[in-house]
């Protein structure tokens, strides 16, 4: 289990430095000039001397190789490079927006998890009757709604409505539920699905005709025999979703208010920051293989199978 | 031998309703079985031998309706009509089930003791700590080496035959008097098959149990069986015992059977000696005798009834033959 590990762990360094270079690469390649904007903002009237100086300053005009080379070098000490537009260490503004989209989708994930189990046992116990079908409803319903809408609905109801909740800000577990609520709902929504339909499936194997066939009850056969066999399939779309959820962030931070990473991005990418748009491209990586890296770890120590053949 | 029959099934009937299709694979069928006896129900793939066993128990698979009728007296129950409480009470209980193919018949994520102690803990009202207890000796029953390390094991981790046992140890747990065999020999290799076979008789006459053998190797029959029931198209053709059935087949179908049976004396290389034809469909009408098209010795008169089931010259044997009843 270590070696195996520990094998995955070396992987995911070697992944991480390939999608830096390809990170790299696509900030550098997408069209716009960050010197022109900055050189405008300075002077409207800004000239090609002006913006070669700006060049000059910001080390634009070095060759590529180099200028990776550079970053790299002060991205492996944690200094992630200044921005381009604000003149602000990127690293400390990554630090404190961390936090924020932390909180954000951890709570959605715990959203997703638990409506997507709720959700997909009731389906399962009552299959094929009227509460499997509202069930099936409700997920479908969610996995076609987009969450701005979503969120949007949220706040109109217990913001407007009821003035159960504050409709925007990060002040507290009060202002999480509505930004939880609203990244959570889709994922949770696929995800019941992928409990559902793996319960069916489950039910319908031969070891399930065995269980019955010691006079279990249907609901200790529905835990005890059919959940374990579904758990590393329901494992493996939870990190998917999980993973689509920082992308979720990007749209649900601004709709509450908070100033998270999604914000951060955002802002950058209008700027042609590059700077910041690699940071922030870094962590979501980053985030990404570590995810995996648990995600496979996760299925190992549920699947008896593989367990053996990783130990 | 003498006491009552546990097990009475009369004119058992049933109709499995699918989505599409509504199917007769059991048409007919008695039986009686008393404590300490086999009886071995055979048939060509498709003849209703399953089913017979299952589908009175409330053990179809998933989708499958089975409109069940006639009677199925277990211990003086009547489980024909018998809610799913009362079937499932019985299940594991007093019936234990064998499933043919020990590949997928457990579940592949869980351990292996804990498959065996459920059934324990679950029928025997005992605490979980002594039903481990209790699969530990069932493991030790069915003679696995090692027994302690086998509890901790999962089923990929053993062979088709070491399956096969945990499954008997699984269908024994906790002392029924019936057990049900679907073909418990057919998944495994041949030096395998008589090892098992042996154990499931070995352990029968241990617990006094009575047991249903549904296979369709006569080698199992000759092997295992106090009696055997032939089945042709969801009907019986011939019940008899064992010894009778086997060395005077009466019913052309049974011929036709034990003649297929390969002979040490067969010259290397000669054809294998099989039934003709094929046969019928489910769920398409027969008429008359449903063996009637393959059959060597059929007369004008076959087709046109369905010949009953009548005892033959031998008292104790009997068939459904147009032409031997005639």
Redesign the interface.
Known sequence: MLVFIAKRARNAVLLLFLASVLCFTLVVSAPGNVAILIAELRTPTATKEDIAKVEEELGLNKPLLERYGFWLQGALKGNLGISYKTGEDVGAALRSRLSVTATLVAGGAVVAFVLSLLVGFIGALWAHRMPDYIMRGIALLGASTPSFFVGALLVYAFSVNWHLLPTFGFSGPASWVLPWLTLGFLPAAVLSRVVRVGFEDA?????V?????????QTRILF??AL??I?PTYLNALGTQIGTMVVGAVVVEPLFAWQGLGDLFLAGVRFRDFMVVQACLLVFITFFVILNVVVDIGITL????LR?QRS | MTAEPILIVKDLTIDLLTAHTAVRPVDSISYQLRRGETLAIVGESGSGKTVTCFAPLGLMPVGVKADVSGSVLFEGTELVGANEETLRSLRGKSIGFIFQDPMSALNPARRIGHQIAEVAELHLGITPRAAEARALDLIKMVGMSDPNARLKQYPHELSGGLRQRVMIAISIAAEPKLLVADEPTTALDVTVQAQILRLLKEIQARMDMAMVLITHDMGVVAGAADRVLVMYAGRQAEVGPTEKVLVAPRHPYTMGLIDAIPRRDDAIGSRFRGLSGLPPILGAPIKGCAFTPRCRHSVEGCGAQRPPLRTTADPAVMAACPVLNA
Do not use: E, I, Q
Not at chain 1, 203 to 207: D, Q, R
Not at chain 1, 209 to 217: C, V
Not at chain 1, 302 to 305: A, K, L, Q, Y
């Open positions: 039910m319908a194997k031969p070891y005709l065995t269980a019955r066939s010691k006079g279990l009850s005890r025999d374990p066999n758990a549920t699947d008896p199978r053996r």
